[in-house]
């Protein structure tokens, strides 16, 4: 993913705390979140439009891949910079983050918003498979 990013404990009061670092609310309901998959459908008139939304997807799924017993260190370890790049807040992964979702469209509070329901909700697994079916897995 990116190699600014330095291997982390992201357990959930992580998660919250770098929440709120970044000044974020839960403005999001959870219940939403399958609505809210819709608005990153690619889109065939932007084909750069569609690259970039499909980074901020793929590390979503990299960031919501499930642990598993004897999974090698490198898979928890992406597993761990995934998540981060989203909460970065400060450094060159926040610019990039930044970028990545100005490319797509996408306000990154918004998305960071997103993210962080995404990883503390119930619906990781269906979340993982809608996300599949929008980049064409």
Same mark, same amino acid.
């Given at each position: 993913?990116? +190699? ?5 404990d992201?357990?959930?009061a992580?998660l919250?705390?770098?929440f ?5 609310t839960n ?6 979140i399958?609505?809210?998959l819709d608005?990153f459908?690619?889109?065939?008139s932007?084909p750069e439009? +569609?690259l970039f939304?499909?980074v ?8 919501t891949k499930?642990p ?5 260190a ?8 995934a998540t981060?790049?989203f909460f #970065?807040s400060?450094?060159? +992964?926040?610019?990039d983050?930044?970028e990545?979702c100005s ?6 509070d918004?998305?960071?918003?997103? #993210?962080?329901?995404v ?6 697994e269906?979340v ?10």
């Amino acid at each position: 993913m990116q +190699t600014g990013v330095t291997n982390m404990d992201i357990s959930s009061a992580n998660l919250e705390k770098a929440f709120q670092k970044n000044g974020l609310t839960n403005k999001m309901e959870s219940s939403n979140i399958s609505l809210i998959l819709d608005e990153f459908r690619p889109d065939e008139s932007s084909p750069e439009r +569609t690259l970039f939304l499909c980074v901020l997807l793929q590390a979503l799924l990299d960031a919501t891949k499930k642990p598993y017993e004897g999974e090698p260190a490198e898979v928890r370890v992406e597993r761990d910079r995934a998540t981060s790049w989203f909460f #970065a807040s400060v450094g060159v +992964t926040a610019k990039d983050f930044e970028e990545v979702c100005s490319h797509a469209g996408v306000d990154p509070d918004y998305m960071r918003e997103f #993210a962080y329901k995404v990883l503390k909700s119930g619906e990781v697994e269906y979340v993982r498979k809608r996300i599949n079916a929008v980049l064409g897995h």
